[in-house]
């Protein structure tokens, strides 16, 4: 602990002396931000009052830049961390999670110390942060970036992965290295063409390596992967498709077998002032990427990032409930979107227009065979597949569209309906489980009271016959500009009464009627934020980007400050 | 604990000192894929609000929506230019053009999807929006989007203009 405190000091005397060098023309800067719970116990909702019940998560990140130099750090604290965070190894202690210097020679860039990159759209490689969710795979070595011409990037980075954290970052065991070359041809050549339009071609190899100290399999110890993408632009198409391939990769993850993975995204969207279009495909195989074969869970030391097709809710139910996650074994998704504003003046569109969304997403498990063991015993391929076939088991689907219009100066109504197939046992690893068939509607009124004062409701409804059964949730939330904000949520979780509903199969002896209100104040000024709750917060998926955090049931209460200075 | 209160203890003081003044410079794509550096933003000595956003985020949205009905007005009174950085990742960064062009927005859009300015700036979460002078200092920024804290920004923004 001491020591912690002196780490602590040592940075603070830093900041003093670099404040003082600040005053030369150099800038000092950063942000702030805690969140810190004090929970109870709630054997209603299964919530649980660990043995320390006050919780803190704090981050502290210090820029200090000069020119074309720039060094960083960030103190991070978890005495203890909030329960059921980060998603992947704990987080214990306090210290320095995260140090670097970076500066610039004409064209080249080197950063030394931790750093967040990514390649393309990150099928091979993606290091980067979501401290909400406790995802932080930052690299721990070196990059440089450099570019000959105009238009040309290169990319180069070697390091080892932040693991985890204990009064410092934990660094993984295996060892990456990356090179990443990007041109555009806009930026390059300078011709009629490429005035409005752009082709970019774009080439990344990662490797890998780690000891094999395996005493029956013969592990590959370095593991290649490269990536193509090409993205061809015009004033009204975007259209991007990225292919990687992973040589043979034997990990905890797929069972040790030794076949090659691949994937393919392909993206296109088309848009004009009003309206927006867009289609997506993926088909991903074998494709988990981690620099320890052995990585605990699936959220530790990933190398890349495979996204997910589906569209990110905003409303809390259709958010938190159910929320889809890449599998990365094996899958074939497909989306597509509409955006459409239908003008002021016209029919539909009123006085001030009406929005229209509509959007899919579906996925699939990749056709897939199983392979019986070959004649080399130690060399196992585990099954074969057909890319881009899609395989008999559907694992989400998501149908959404949403209304939004101004009826009048000071009211505003958004509409939602969302269709939703959900396979809980392989999304969320609860195997048995059946799959969960829900229909959700929302409606979100805004009204404004004056120029600084308005009221938000939200009320929303998830009708299904599987998992918990059915969601009601209302919201208000008074706003006051510049400075205030209080708000209220009720989420009740009910079965019908009907005493012939059957929940997964069984009938429902004591039908879940389960309340959880919870009340939140706010109050922001400038870049700062302070944010008190208090109530019962439900079990649920928490996810920023791509990947999710299971969080469990609480009630207490919980406190968050951010500030940017 | 007591490391809690050293971090908070440090982070206060640190209040006291220099905040960031101008744009630093990181490479951040458009909506076509070029890269732009950001220390290139400019509105011809006149203000520029950046505003960080992304599509998963609805009081984003929301702000975004309701400056846009008024941008018009604003551009042509004062000269001001929006700048929205997305910061959606590669999983939403495809729908960006499509949504924004869905909305009929006439904002300057770009694509910051590993959050590298975001970090630069010190940006803890979404909507977070600059007002940067005709200098190219920062002069204002706030947290959050309530409805009607368009009309505060919109007040300095004024401010800016009548000062030169």
Same mark, same amino acid.
């Given at each position: 602990?001491?020591?912690?405190?002196?780490?602590?000091?040592?940075?603070?005397?830093?900041?003093?002396?670099?404040?003082?060098?600040?005053?030369?023309?150099?800038?000092?800067?950063?942000?702030?931000?805690?969140?810190?719970?004090?929970?109870?116990?709630?054997?209603?909702?299964?919530?649980?009052?660990?043995?320390?019940?006050?919780?803190?998560?704090?981050?502290?990140?210090?820029?200090?830049?000069?020119?074309?130099?720039?060094?960083?750090?960030?103190?991070?604290?978890?005495?203890?961390?909030?329960?059921?965070?980060?998603?992947?190894?704990?987080?214990?202690?306090?210290?320095?999670?995260?140090?670097?210097?970076?500066?610039?020679?004409?064209?080249?860039?080197?950063?030394?110390?931790?750093?967040?990159?990514?390649?393309?759209?990150?099928?091979?490689?993606?290091?980067?942060?979501?401290?909400?969710?406790?995802?932080?795979?930052?690299?721990?070595?070196?990059?440089?970036?450099?570019?000959?011409?105009?238009?040309?990037?290169?990319?180069?980075?070697?390091?080892?992965?932040?693991?985890?954290?204990?009064?410092?970052?934990?660094?993984?065991?295996?060892?990456?290295?990356?090179?990443?070359?990007?041109?555009?041809?806009?930026?390059?050549?300078?011709?009629?063409?490429?005035?409005?339009?752009?082709?970019?071609?774009?080439?990344?190899?990662?490797?890998?390596?780690?000891?094999?100290?395996?005493?029956?399999?013969?592990?590959?110890?370095?593991?290649?992967?490269?990536?193509?993408?090409?993205?061809?632009?015009?004033?009204?198409?975007?259209?991007?498709?990225?292919?990687?391939?992973?040589?043979?990769?034997?990990?905890?993850?797929?069972?040790?077998?030794?076949?090659?993975?691949?994937?393919?995204?392909?993206?296109?969207?088309?848009?004009?002032?009003?309206?927006?279009?867009?289609?997506?495909?993926?088909?991903?195989?074998?494709?988990?990427?981690?620099?320890?074969?052995?990585?605990?869970?699936?959220?530790?030391?990933?190398?890349?990032?495979?996204?997910?097709?589906?569209?990110?809710?905003?409303?809390?139910?259709?958010?938190?409930?159910?929320?889809?996650?890449?599998?990365?074994?094996?899958?074939?998704?497909?989306?597509?979107?509409?955006?459409?504003?239908?003008?002021?003046?016209?029919?539909?569109?009123?006085?001030?227009?009406?929005?229209?969304?509509?959007?899919?997403?579906?996925?699939?498990?990749?056709?897939?065979?199983?392979?019986?063991?070959?004649?080399?015993?130690?060399?196992?391929?585990?099954?074969?597949?057909?890319?881009?076939?899609?395989?008999?088991?559907?694992?989400?689907?998501?149908?959404?569209?949403?209304?939004?219009?101004?009826?009048?100066?000071?009211?505003?109504?958004?509409?939602?309906?969302?269709?939703?197939?959900?396979?809980?046992?392989?999304?969320?690893?609860?195997?048995?489980?059946?799959?969960?068939?829900?229909?959700?509607?929302?409606?979100?009124?805004?009204?404004?009271?004056?120029?600084?004062?308005?009221?938000?409701?939200?009320?929303?409804?998830?009708?299904?016959?599987?998992?918990?059964?059915?969601?009601?949730?209302?919201?208000?939330?008074?706003?006051?500009?510049?400075?205030?904000?209080?708000?209220?949520?009720?989420?009740?979780?009910?079965?019908?009464?009907?005493?012939?509903?059957?929940?997964?199969?069984?009938?429902?002896?004591?039908?879940?009627?389960?309340?959880?209100?919870?009340?939140?104040?706010?109050?922001?000024?400038?870049?700062?934020?302070?944010?008190?709750?208090?109530?019962?917060?439900?079990?649920?998926?928490?996810?920023?980007?791509?990947?999710?955090?299971?969080?469990?049931?609480?009630?207490?209460?919980?406190?968050?400050?951010?500030?940017?200075? | 604990?007591?490391?809690?209160? *050293?971090?908070?203890?440090?982070? &206060?003081? =640190?209040? $006291?000192?220099? %905040?960031?003044?101008?744009?630093?410079?990181?490479?951040?794509?458009?909506?076509?894929?070029?890269?732009?550096?950001?220390?290139?933003?400019?509105?011809?000595?006149?203000?520029?609000?950046?505003?960080?956003?992304?599509?998963?985020?609805?009081?984003?949205?929301?702000?975004?929506?309701?400056?846009?009905?008024?941008?018009?007005?604003?551009?042509?009174?004062?000269?001001?230019?929006?700048? *929205?950085?997305?910061?959606?990742? &590669?999983? =939403?960064? $495809?729908?960006? %053009?499509?949504?924004?062009?869905?909305?009929?927005?006439?904002?300057?859009?770009?694509?910051?999807?590993?959050?590298?300015?975001?970090?630069?700036?010190?940006?803890?979460?979404?909507?977070?929006?600059?007002?940067?002078?005709?200098?190219?200092?920062?002069?204002?920024?706030?947290?959050?989007?309530?409805?009607?804290?368009?009309?505060?920004?919109?007040?300095?923004?004024?401010?800016?203009? *009548?000062?030169?």
């Amino acid at each position: 602990m001491l020591r912690n405190v002196s780490y602590c000091l040592a940075l603070w005397a830093a900041t003093f002396s670099a404040i003082a060098i600040a005053q030369d023309g150099g800038q000092l800067h950063g942000n702030f931000s805690t969140d810190a719970q004090l929970y109870r116990q709630d054997s209603a909702i299964g919530a649980v009052q660990p043995p320390q019940r006050l919780a803190a998560n704090a981050w502290a990140n210090l820029i200090y830049t000069n020119g074309n130099f720039e060094a960083g750090g960030r103190l991070e604290s978890y005495e203890p961390a909030l329960a059921g965070y980060p998603a992947g190894q704990p987080f214990t202690g306090s210290g320095v999670g995260y140090r670097y210097i970076k500066f610039k020679v004409s064209d080249l860039e080197v950063t030394a110390g931790n750093f967040y990159e990514q390649f393309g759209q990150g099928l091979v490689f993606r290091s980067y942060e979501e401290r909400y969710l406790g995802v932080d795979n930052a690299m721990d070595g070196f990059r440089l970036k450099y570019m000959p011409y105009r238009g040309v990037h290169l990319k180069t980075v070697m390091g080892r992965q932040r693991f985890g954290f204990n009064n410092g970052q934990v660094k993984g065991v295996g060892l990456v290295r990356g090179f990443d070359a990007e041109v555009s041809l806009a930026e390059l050549l300078d011709t009629a063409w490429t005035s409005s339009s752009n082709l970019i071609i774009g080439g990344s190899f990662v490797s890998k390596y780690q000891e094999d100290r395996d005493p029956l399999l013969k592990l590959p110890e370095n593991v290649g992967a490269w990536a193509f993408r090409l993205n061809y632009t015009t004033p009204k198409w975007n259209i991007y498709t990225e292919y990687a391939h992973k040589i043979n990769d034997p990990s905890g993850r797929n069972g040790f077998i030794y076949k090659d993975g691949q994937a393919l995204h392909l993206n296109a969207t088309y848009s004009v002032k009003g309206l927006g279009i867009s289609a997506g495909a993926h088909s991903i195989d074998n494709m988990f990427f981690q620099s320890d074969r052995s990585a605990p869970t699936p959220f530790d030391l990933n190398i890349n990032f495979l996204p997910p097709l589906t569209k990110q809710h905003t409303y809390n139910l259709p958010a938190t409930l159910y929320p889809y996650a890449t599998q990365p074994n094996g899958e074939v998704a497909a989306q597509g979107e509409i955006f459409y504003k239908w003008k002021k003046g016209t029919k539909l569109g009123g006085k001030t227009g009406t929005k229209l969304a509509v959007n899919y997403s579906t996925a699939f498990a990749l056709d897939t065979t199983h392979l019986g063991l070959a004649d080399d015993t130690t060399r196992h391929f585990g099954y074969s597949s057909r890319f881009f076939q899609p395989g008999n088991r559907q694992f989400f689907s998501d149908f959404n569209i949403e209304l939004r219009k101004k009826v009048s100066p000071t009211w505003e109504f958004a509409f939602t309906y969302l269709n939703l197939v959900f396979d809980i046992d392989v999304i969320q690893g609860k195997p048995g489980k059946h799959t969960v068939y829900a229909d959700m509607f929302v409606l979100e009124g805004l009204h404004n009271f004056s120029e600084k004062n308005s009221v938000r409701f939200e009320l929303q409804h998830l009708d299904t016959r599987q998992d918990h059964g059915n969601w009601a949730t209302a919201l208000a939330e008074f706003t006051f500009s510049p400075h205030w904000f209080v708000a209220a949520m009720d989420q009740f979780n009910y079965v019908t009464l009907d005493n012939t509903f059957l929940l997964d199969g069984k009938t429902a002896v004591e039908p879940e009627r389960v309340h959880y209100p919870v009340g939140s104040v706010g109050y922001i000024r400038h870049g700062t934020r302070f944010q008190v709750n208090y109530g019962r917060q439900r079990a649920g998926i928490f996810c920023v980007g791509g990947v999710c955090r299971a969080v469990p049931a609480s009630n207490g209460l919980s406190l968050s400050v951010t500030t940017t200075f | 604990m007591r490391t809690f209160f *050293a971090l908070a203890l440090f982070t &206060a003081c =640190s209040f $006291a000192s220099t %905040a960031q003044t101008r744009l630093p410079s990181t490479l951040v794509q458009t909506m076509e894929g070029k890269k732009v550096d950001t220390k290139t933003f400019h509105n011809n000595g006149k203000p520029m609000i950046v505003n960080f956003w992304a599509t998963w985020c609805a009081p984003c949205k929301r702000e975004l929506s309701t400056i846009a009905e008024k941008y018009d007005t604003w551009q042509e009174e004062t000269g001001v230019k929006l700048i *929205a950085v997305s910061i959606d990742d &590669a999983r =939403s960064m $495809a729908r960006v %053009a499509p949504y924004v062009n869905g909305q009929a927005w006439d904002y300057e859009v770009y694509l910051d999807p590993n959050g590298d300015l975001k970090r630069a700036l010190n940006v803890n979460n979404v909507p977070h929006t600059f007002l940067i002078d005709g200098a190219g200092n920062i002069v204002y920024q706030h947290n959050n989007y309530e409805p009607g804290d368009e009309n505060e920004l919109y007040a300095k923004v004024k401010a800016l203009v *009548a000062k030169k």
